[in-house]
């Protein structure tokens, strides 16, 4: 039908993610469409599979079967290829994933028949340095989120945009987000809705201990740092809410978009991103209804 090469990521602990990819894989079978599976993904699929990187190397798009948490770990492992993401949602709200189940075969069609656009989603780049010297380098689609362990002690975080101290905020914790994650944690956290083509990062205050701490948008030419003070000995930093790394007091943590590494995400639908607002988080539903008189 194409020569596009079609792989699948897949939430191998989700019955029905699998009994979906089980599906497309028949439905490859029979209709001459071969889908290439990782190494895990077709350990779990009793089917033939590739190593990691010829994986990466062969596959033009990923369907990515799952939920938004899927999503993400897709994200990681194709960051620095070339691979297309399209997510399958099978999960809650699927801003990422955001290709319905009952349509899986259509869309395979459509995307075969090179019936897409690409939308390219900046990453972050985050490095934490302690005592002068790099200790990590990390990147994440949705945000990277400094925050404290298990004791509820308020923390105090010092933030620099660029070289200017903006403040020392006093909070349970700090998200730096992209405008892909401005519907995730940072959301949750009184953060402002950000469309992903918009070049900027958010800077969003968890519970903050004052009146005046509130969300900043900078630009994507900022950059921003992260210094935790004071004496802490369970302070945290996520990746995309899926990996954790101890971070230490006086650690700086340098956060800006990436210049190297991006995701890029195939869109089908006609809808605009106000549109997938409207579905997913119920805009024009509201509890109070006004019936004409």
Same mark, same amino acid.
């Given at each position: 039908?194409? #020569? ?52 990466? @190397? =062969? ?40 290709? *319905? ?70 909070? @349970? ?19 402002? &809705? ?19 701490? =509130?969300?900043? &948008?900078?630009? #994507?030419? @900022? ?5 935790? =003070? ?30 190297? =590494?991006?995701?890029?995400?195939? #869109? ?11 579905? *997913? ?10 019936? *004409? #008189?």
């Amino acid at each position: 039908m194409s #020569e596009i090469c079609i792989g699948m990521l897949v939430n191998t602990r989700k019955p029905g993610a699998l009994e979906m990819a089980g599906t497309l894989l028949q439905w490859g079978v029979e209709n001459g469409v071969p889908f290439l599976l990782p190494p895990h993904e077709a350990s779990v699929m009793g089917v033939q599979g590739l190593s990691d990187d010829d994986w990466k @190397d =062969r596959v033009d798009v990923a369907l990515v079967i799952g939920g938004d948490g899927t999503f993400l770990r897709a994200a990681r492992f194709v960051l620095g290829t070339s691979v297309l993401l399209y997510g399958i949602n099978l999960g809650h709200l699927g801003f990422l994933a955001s290709g *319905k189940a009952e349509e899986a075969v259509q869309d395979v069609m459509t995307i075969l028949g090179g019936g897409y656009t690409v939308r390219t989603h900046r990453v972050l780049e985050g490095t934490v340095s302690r005592d002068g010297h790099d200790t990590y380098c990390l990147y994440a689609l949705n945000d990277l989120v400094l925050a404290k362990g298990a004791l509820a002690r308020v923390m105090h975080i010092e933030v620099h945009i660029g070289e200017k101290l903006l403040n020392t905020i006093p909070a @349970d914790g700090l998200i730096v987000s992209t405008p892909t994650g401005s519907t995730a944690y940072a959301l949750s956290a009184g953060g402002p &809705i950000v469309p992903p083509h918009v070049p900027c990062m958010l800077v969003v205050p968890i519970c903050a201990h004052t009146l005046y701490s =509130r969300p900043v &948008i900078v630009g #994507e030419e @900022d950059s921003v740092t992260l210094v935790p =003070r004071g004496n802490h000995r369970d302070l945290l930093l996520t990746q995309d809410g899926q990996l954790g790394y101890e971070v230490l007091s006086g650690d700086r943590i340098e956060i800006s978009l990436s210049r190297s =590494r991006k995701i890029d995400v195939i #869109e089908l639908s006609s809808r605009s991103y106000f549109d997938l607002l409207e579905e *997913k988080l119920r805009w024009g539903q509201g509890i109070v209804s006004f019936e *004409k #008189e």
